[in-house]
Every structure is written in C-alpha cells, then in structure tokens.
T-cell receptor, first 114, second 114 residues
Framework: DVKVTQSSRYLVKRTGEKVFLECVQDMDHENMFWYRQDPGLGLRLIYFSYDVKMKEKGDIPEGYSVSREKKERFSLILESASTNQTSMYLC?????????????FGPGTRLTVL | QKEVEQNSGPLSVPEGAIASLNCTYSDRGSQSFFWYRQYSGKSPELIMFIYSNGDKEDGRFTAQLNKASQYVSLLIRDSQPSDSATYLCAVKSDGSSNTGKLIFGQGTTLQVKP
C-alpha cells in the first residue's frame, strides 16, 4: 500500500518566518513533487525532484526552495513567508518509467501566513 | 504552453443520473490520462486512468478517450450524493514518462442532489 506523508496538516506562521514543509514517501520512488492548490487556480507545480540532490523548477518556484538529501524525503522551504503563500500544499510521488503509473498524493498541509 | 482545460462547474445532477465530466488537452504528444477525485479539504485520489482510444469501464465509472479530438471524459452512472466532489483531469505527455510529471486541469465540481 503506497504511502506519502506530510509533516503537518495545518500550520500557522507569521510573515517573514522561514517555513519547512516535509514530505516522506515509503515507495522508493525517484520522483517527488510539490504543488500548491488555490481556489480557481487548480494545482500548480512548484518544484520537483527526480533524484537525490536533483531538483527542477516547476511553474511557480518564486519564493520557494527545496531540499532532497535522502530519497524518501523532499522538503519545501519558504525562505521568508508572505501572506500570498497562504495555500494548501500537496506533495506527490509517482513511480517512474511507466506511462500508466500516476501520482500518489500526501494528505496536504494547509498553511496560513498571518 | 501545454494546457488541460476543464469546465469548473458546478455541474449539478440528480441522484441516479449520469454525470458527464469533460476535459480537453493541447499537447498531441500526450500518452496517459488520469481522473482524480478530490473531496473538500482532502487530497486528490486516483479513480481512473486511460491510455488507449475508446472506453474503459470500472464499476460506475467510464473513462472515454479520443486522441484525434484531444478529448477525455469521465462518466459516472447512477450518481450518488457521495460522488459530490471536485474531479481533476491530468495528462502525462510522452516527454515526461521518466519524470512522472502531470499537467492538471483546474477541476470540475460535481454536485449530486438527493
């Protein structure tokens, strides 16, 4: 049974704080993704990683960075949180190299920046 | 830019009716197509995938793919109030088969009224 976990379901931070969102997968997958989801805007890709220490920008990387030191863990970092980063953050991990494999999502972290 | 388009809805159907959800995509190189269901406050969960032209049935759900028209749809027969959710269409292009990267539509909200 596949499993993607995220460190927090709900998080409240203040403007300017450095925020870490953690994602762990137990499926030995190479690829991991971070999205944010906002009403009316759908799922937007922030960053993804295709191997340890490898990362690639998605569609909206500004204001974010990522870290992948171990295969199972992919961290999203908000260097200086701002109110416009209030959102639902979703981590996902797909098996690679198969056209029919899909992405499994973690439960999500709802972040509020005050 | 590769795009996936869905009507945001809400699509309202009476209980027991057939709900038809539609999705168009712009990249002719797209190979795999996925439908996710997302309940309010929850993360997306996969309900169907399809990669060949035609229909694919799974219980009350049928996915339909027409690559010539760049069109994929999801039919839900005998709709139930528990089917009320947002349905996300996602597409994987041939170029992203190694990364597992998906492009998501904005989702269609379905309301099934008792």
């Amino acid at each position: 049974d596949v499993k993607v976990t995220q460190s927090s379901r709900y998080l409240v931070k203040r403007t300017g704080e450095k925020v870490f969102l953690e994602c762990v997968q137990d499926m030995d997958h190479e690829n991991m993704f971070w999205y944010r989801q906002d009403p009316g805007l759908g799922l937007r890709l922030i960053y993804f990683s295709y191997d340890v220490k490898m990362k690639e920008k998605g569609d909206i990387p500004e204001g974010y960075s990522v870290s992948r030191e171990k295969k199972e863990r992919f961290s999203l970092i908000l260097e200086s949180a701002s109110t416009n980063q209030t959102s639902m953050y979703l981590c996902a991990s797909p098996p690679a190299s198969s056209s029919t494999d899909t992405q499994y999502f973690g439960p999500g972290t709802r972040l509020t920046v005050l | 830019q590769k795009e996936v388009e869905q009507n945001s809805g809400p699509l309202s159907v009476p209980e027991g009716a057939i709900a038809s959800l539609n999705c168009t995509y712009s990249d002719r190189g797209s190979q795999s197509f996925f439908w996710y269901r997302q309940y309010s406050g929850k993360s997306p969960e996969l309900i169907m995938f399809i990669y060949s032209n035609g229909d694919k049935e799974d219980g009350r759900f049928t996915a339909q793919l027409n690559k010539a028209s760049q069109y994929v749809s999801l039919l839900i027969r005998d709709s139930q109030p528990s089917d009320s959710a947002t349905y996300l269409c996602a597409v994987k292009s041939d170029g992203s088969s190694n990364t597992g990267k998906l492009i998501f539509g904005q989702g269609t909200t379905l309301q099934v009224k008792p």
